[in-house]
């Protein structure tokens, strides 16, 4: 997470994205551009340098990614807990991290 919004940069925005699965194997991790430029890169806490976001992906493309793998091909209506095909998310700040993402997920798949 990187800020922006004026001169504090006290917006937040995203700026990475990992998900990992329940044997911590990295299955997606990717450099997100925010949609309003980075002011302060929190770089002491979050790690992340002005190079890094350079070349990053749009935050459109990284959302559609991200959901094409939470959802796995199943529809939102038809997400459920148990015997659907969509990711069980597990992780902490889920709600803030998705509204830093502009995704919705039902809160019954996340943990």
Same mark, same amino acid.
Request: charged content about 20%.
């Given at each position: 997470m990187v800020?922006?919004?004026?001169?504090?940069?006290?917006l937040d925005l995203?700026?990475?994205?990992?998900?990992?699965?329940?044997?911590?194997s990295i299955i997606?991790?990717?450099?997100?551009?925010p949609p309003t430029p980075a002011t302060n890169y929190r770089d002491q806490t979050a790690g992340?340098?002005?190079?890094?976001?350079?070349?990053? &992906?749009? !935050?459109? +493309?990284?959302?559609r990614k991200i959901q094409d793998l939470l959802y796995n091909r199943e529809p939102m209506r038809k997400l459920r807990p148990t015997d659907g095909k969509a990711s069980i998310l597990v992780g902490h700040t889920l709600d803030r991290? &998705?509204? !830093?993402? +502009?995704?919705?997920?039902?809160?019954?798949?996340?943990?």
């Open positions: 800020g922006g919004g004026g001169s504090d940069g006290s995203c700026a990475r994205v990992c998900l990992i699965d329940e044997y911590e997606y991790h990717t450099y997100v551009k992340i340098r002005a190079e890094y976001l350079r070349e990053a &992906l749009p !935050l459109s +493309q990284a959302q991290d &998705l509204s !830093l993402l +502009q995704i919705n997920y039902p809160a019954t798949m996340m943990r």
